[in-house]
């Protein structure tokens, strides 16, 4: 199964730190937050790995290389201008294949297990929920209920996307190139009991902001 790294954000609300280096290449104890996704993916086997970028993205490609470092094969997908989640992974799709693949935003930081998604995907896609966070708290995007992922509902158990899943090609069926968003393909899929997902229980931050890097920092801090 190949895998692929959502790497194209500008970061706006991350400035001044992303005014001259992209989002995935800011650091975090001491490493940048796209390695901890490199070297994760690395340790639960994944060997060939698709990389997004738009905004500053040479400096990725500068850092990362062809991922040799990492006992990875990296490839890149970039934009010239920004095409949203779901433009982003058609555009890669020539890199991913013909089989389903893991897709992990480049700006959320987790101790999630990867090896857990190298199963058979039943349906168009699977998805990594977590509760919802501080920032997000009378939130949620979709909710479970025997497995399957449903649009969030008032009074379900709504739970927020971690930005991991595993997607079938066939989601994208009919998409035209372009800028456009994943979350009405996934929808429309849900609809027909075509998306699965999990609740996971490990540690998640979604590095949106200066504040949240800062709790990744102090999370790490702990460890060492």
């Not at 020539?94 to 190298?118: A, H, M, R, S």
Request: proline residues 6%; aromatic residues 8%; charged residues 20%.
């Amino acid at each position: 199964m190949k895998a692929m790294i959502l790497a194209a954000g500008k970061g706006e609300r991350m400035r001044p730190l992303t005014l001259h280096t992209p989002k995935p290449l800011v650091q975090a104890g001491g490493k940048r937050l796209i390695e901890y996704h490199l070297e994760a993916l690395a340790k639960a086997g994944f060997t060939d790995i698709v990389i997004n970028h738009a905004w500053l993205g040479q400096q990725i490609e500068s850092y990362l290389g062809d991922g040799a470092q990492f006992g990875l094969r990296i490839r890149y997908s970039p934009e010239g201008e920004p095409l949203e989640t779901g433009g982003g992974i058609f555009q890669a799709l020539p890199l991913l294949g013909d089989e389903p693949f893991l897709v992990v935003n480049g700006d959320i930081w987790t101790d999630y297990d990867f090896t857990q998604l190298k199963r058979p995907l039943h349906g168009l896609a699977h998805l990594v929920m977590v509760d919802n966070p501080a920032h997000h708290p009378s939130g949620g995007d979709f909710y479970l209920d025997q497995g399957l992922l449903h649009d969030a509902a008032p009074g379900a158990d709504n739970l927020t996307f971690s930005g991991i899943s595993v997607l079938d090609p066939k989601l994208f069926a009919g998409c035209s190139a372009g800028a456009f968003k994943l979350a009405p393909l996934l929808r429309a899929a849900m609809a027909q009991d075509l998306v699965t997902g999990e609740h996971m229980a490990g540690r998640w931050i979604d590095v949106g902001t200066l504040e949240r890097l800062a709790q990744v920092e102090t999370l790490l801090g702990t460890e060492q």
